[in-house]
Structure formats: C-alpha cells, structure tokens
C-alpha cells in the first residue's frame, strides 16, 4: 500500500489527537482502536517517534481507554517497525503497569510477554531487564505487583547472572510487606517453576518460598497457594519430594481457618491427589477428603461433593465402600440443597465403579431420596444420569426401584424437571418394551402433549419419531397415532397445533399408506379452523407431507385443499399456502 503524501499523514494524527482529548469516552475508545490505520499512514518512524510519545503522555484517562491501548499496544510490534524497534512500546506499556485498575494492569503485562518472545536477546537483556528493574523498585504496590508477571516468560532466554537476578526480584515481592504485591507474586509461582529447569533451584528457593506463602497472614495469598501444589509438584518430579514438602501445606490447607482456603483445596482436590503417591492417596487423602466433607461451611461441601466422583477413581473399591459411601450418605440429606445438587452431578457415575450389587444395596436408596428433593435441580441432574445407572442395574430392576419416581416426576411443578423425564422416555422404552410403555408411560407421553409449557410440548412431538423407530409403524398405527390426532378438537388452539407439529414428526418415519388414511383427514378437517394460526400451521405441515405422498393424492386430495387456503383472507395463511402449492 502506498503511503499518502506528507500533507495527508498529519491529518489521521491529527483526528487521533483531536478524538483523544473528546469528551465522548467513547469517540477516544475508537480513536484507541484505529491505532493501527493511524499508524499505517504516519509510518513505522513517525510511529515510534510521535504516536507512541503521544500515547504515553495520554495515560491519563479512563479505565475503558487504557484497557484498550493496552490490548492495541500488544499487537503493535509490526506498526513501529519490527521487533528491533520494539523497545519503544515498553515505555507506554510500562506507564500502564502502575495504574490502579487491576484489567488494564494485566492487559498491558500480557502485551509485555507477547512482546518480550518477540525481542532479540540482546534488547530483552538490555532494555526489557532495566524496565523490570524499575517496576520491581518503584514506591507504587501496583507496579510491583505487575513486575512479578514479568518474569517467567524472559527467564528461558536469559544469561546465568539475569536468572539469579530476577529469581532474588520474585524472592522480594513474595515477601513484600503490601498483600496485593504478595498475591500477585503467589499466583505467578506456577508459571515460574514451569520455566525452570534445575531441580536444585526449585528445591532451594521455590519450596521454602512456597511454605511462606502456604502460612502468610492473609488468607488472599494463602488460597491462592493452593493451586501452586500442582505446578510445584510436577516440577519436583519425585513422589517422595512432594510426601516431604507438599504434603504438610495440604493438611494445614485442610484446617485452616479461613474457608476460602479450604475451599480452594477441594476444588483443586483431586489434581492434588493425582500428584501424590498411591499409598498417600488411600491413607491421608482419603482423611483430608472425609474432613472437607464434613466441613462447617457449605461452599466447601459443595466444592468436594462435585469431586466425589473423580477421587473415587483414583482409590480402592473397598475404600470406596468404607470411608466414602458413608460420607456420601451424610451428603445425600446436607441441609443446603447446593450441596445435594452438586452430589447429585456425579453420584449416578459411581454405579459402574462399585458394580451392579454395591449399587442395588448402597446406591439406590441414596438415588430414590435424590429423586424425591425437594429442590428442582438435585431432582433434574438425577433424572438425567438415569442411563448409567441401567448400564449397571439392568431396566428390570431400575423399572421397579426408581421408575416409579420418574414417573411421579412428570407431573413436577417445574417444567425443567418435566423437560428431563420426557427427554429420557425414548430411552426407557427401548430398554423397557412395548407392553410396558403401553401400560406405564404411554398416558404420560400423551400428557406431555397437552403441557402448558411449550417446550415440553415441543419436546413431547419430538420423541414420537423415536418411539416410531423403536416399536415399528404397525404399533404406532393403532396405539401412538390415534391418541395425537385426539387432540385436533381440542379447544385450545395451541394443543390443536401440537398436533401438526407432532404429524411433521411422525411423516418422516411413518408410510404414506398411514399419511392418507390417518393423517390426511385430521388435517383436512383442521383446515378450516377458526384460528389463522392453526391454517397456516396446516400448510406448512401439507409442504412437508408431499414428498411423502404419491402424484395422485397430492393432485387429488393434497392441492385442492391448498388451493382454498390460497384463498383465505388471512395473509400469512395465503403465503404458506403458495409455497406448499409451488412443490405440488
């Protein structure tokens, strides 16, 4: 692309310069933005010399504004002339690292690492290394705070004495004397042990630094510890190291008296355990997993009871059965129902872990008291992992222990509940058989028909495809299709169109032998509703039929019913009506 003439550069400079000093927030957001058209038109000298000394002088404005710049600034090394003359962004995005808005501090350090894997050594052990310098000295916690997001991603590339360097700067802002210094250094541990290779160094300065933070007096740092166990265990890469120094902060995580920090270890529970041993895993997880459990506070219940699952995997069966099935029997009546749902998540994939018997004398009181809560949401992720159980059980017996309750289900007075035991019907009545949903769940299909909420009407016509396909079109002729066209003269005008939402459903799986005979002449009769909707609704339904049906029904019987509706002097009735004549 040419570049304009000199008198046209200045004029982009200049809307720039005129846009920023708007009052409008929003006319210097987008001016931030066209930064790189700007840039294009200045070139990559007059960049670096005007636009970036401009923008660093402009510092001064809103949060939304700065944010902005210090995304554009990230993508900015191609604007100023390559990665050789990309040392000039370092100064705005350095400015940016000591404002008080915590985004804008974060956005401007990951442009800062962008740009650093870009840097020739030289410039990023020159230039880059002396802005670290002067944010990890600078009176302001804020920069500080971000100095110590600087580190790892430059470390790699640098000499010996450098590394040394700035592993004594992560040191001193792991024991600066403000917190929000302390947490942001506790936060960047595992992205820095990640980068360093010599296990000597993580043993030496990274674990002790560790164990600080695992005791610091504010809780803010301490969970944020939590999730370095992971990082900081992989990096040890020794079981037995990790026994040595990971294992005491989990149990003082296990009892601390903040819950944040307890809460942090469950969510992060079974990552943890992943990293220890098998022995430890089976002797002193399986404590810390009872104690947080059983902990006062129901966030922290709530967290481990969502882990149930995943720390099963990693134990014994017998152990399973012991310690945890007990635990998960206090969990199934916790008094917060957040607890019960998050149990109730996971509880049903334990089925195929403990086997068909464990599951008959141990899981299916706990699933049948899940099914019967009184909260909607722990009676909705049961009713939704029913498969896995009926893997293990069989349907013979999940028929006789817990189909009742499904059943009892349909007619919840939450229509999310209801939505779930109708999406589950195609399953049960494959599993259970025609005689069985003729006698248990055929009426409840029907009921869903007629359901005040849509959805679950919507629902209910879409599983009639499926119960087609399972039990075959004979079955379908006389027990399925006869009760749906029942409700064709129902009054109320939307269960009548339930009835040719759920025809477009059954066409496709039905012969036009039972289109003729069965459907044709419900819909004939629907035809001439009183209602526009329903009209309408009827032609749309004949277009999907037609495909179906052979030449002669459709000149004889099909197209002139369409061509009367042509003639209705509703205007959505006369469109659809032309569009299903078009493919006659």
């Known amino acids: 692309m040419a570049l304009p003439e000199e008198g046209e550069s200045v004029y982009p400079i200049a809307i720039l310069i005129d846009e920023l000093k708007n009052e409008d927030v929003q006319l210097r957001l987008n001016s931030i933005r066209r930064l790189p058209v700007i840039s294009k038109a200045l070139g990559t000298e007059r960049t670096r010399l005007e636009l970036i000394p401009y923008l660093n002088d402009s510092i001064d404005d809103e949060d939304e504004v700065l944010l902005a710049m210090a995304e554009e600034l990230g993508k900015f090394v191609p604007y100023v002339g390559g990665p050789h003359h990309a040392t000039c962004l370092l100064v705005p995005l350095e400015s940016l690292c000591n404002v008080e808005e915590a985004v804008v501090r974060e956005k401007a350090v990951a442009s800062l690492n962008a740009i650093a894997k870009e840097l020739p050594r030289e410039l990023l052990q020159s230039e880059y290394v002396a802005m670290v310098r002067r944010l990890a000295k600078q009176e302001w916690a804020t920069s500080r705070s971000a100095c110590s997001h ?3 991603t430059p470390y790699p590339d640098l000499p010996d004495p450098l590394k040394a360097e700035f592993r004594d700067t992560y040191t001193k802002l792991s024991k600066d004397e403000e917190p929000m210094v302390r947490r942001s250094a506790c936060s960047n541990l595992k992205t820095f042990v990640a ?169 299916l009181p706990l699933f049948l008291s899940l099914l019967k809560d009184e909260f ?89 495809k499926s119960l087609t396909e399972c039990f075959g079109q004979d079955w379908a002729k006389v027990k399925l299709i006869p009760k749906v066209l029942q409700l064709s003269t129902n009054k109320n005008y939307l269960y009548r169109m339930t009835v040719l939402f759920a025809v477009k459903q059954l066409a496709l799986v039905v012969s036009k032998e039972i289109i003729q005979q069965q459907i044709l002449p419900t819909i004939s009769k629907m035809s001439t509703d009183g209602v ?13 039929l037609i495909p179906k049906l052979d030449t002669q029904t459709v000149q004889h019987t099909v197209k002139p019913m369409l061509m009367k509706l042509h003639d209705d002097q509703d205007g959505d009735v006369k469109y659809f009506a032309a569009q299903a004549l078009a493919l006659c």
């Open 150 to 152: 600087l580190l790892s």
């Open 195 to 363: 980068v360093v290779t010599d296990r000597s160094i993580i043993i030496g300065l990274f674990v002790p630094l560790f164990i600080e933070q695992s005791k610091d007096e504010q809780d803010s740092v301490r969970l944020l510890s939590v999730e370095n166990c992971i990082a900081l265990a992989k990096a040890l890469g020794s079981k037995d190291l990790v026994l040595q120094y990971i294992l005491p902060g989990v149990r003082n995580y296990c009892i601390d008296k903040s819950w944040r920090v307890r809460y942090m270890l469950a969510d992060h529970f079974t990552g943890i355990c992943e990293s220890m041993s098998e022995e430890v895993t089976q002797t002193e997880m399986v404590q810390s997993f009872i104690r947080l459990a059983t902990d006062p506070e129901s966030e922290v219940r709530t967290s481990i009871a969502c882990k149930v699952y995943d720390f099963c995997v990693l134990i014994k069966i017998e152990q399973v059965i012991k310690d945890v099935l007990p635990i998960i029997r206090d969990l199934v009546s916790d008094q917060s129902q957040h607890v019960r749902a998050a149990l109730a998540r996971v509880i049903m994939k334990l089925s195929a872990m403990i086997g068909k018997d464990h599951t008959i004398n141990f899981l």
């Open 376 to 464: 909607p949401e722990v009676r909705l992720n049961i009713i939704t992992k029913l498969e896995s159980v009926n893997e293990v059980i069989g349907i013979e017996r999940l028929s006789k222990s817990l189909l009742p309750a499904v059943v009892n289900l349909a007619e919840d007075k939450q229509w999310r509940v209801r939505l779930a035991i109708i999406n589950e019907i195609p399953l049960l009545a494959s599993q259970l058989g025609v005689t069985f949903f003729d006698e248990q769940l055929s009426e409840l299909c029907m009921n869903c028909l007629s359901d005040k909420v849509f959805e679950i009407r919507q629902a209910a016509t879409d599983i009639l």
């Open 532 to 544: 526009p909707n329903i009209r309408f609704n009827c032609c749309k339904t004949l277009a999907v």
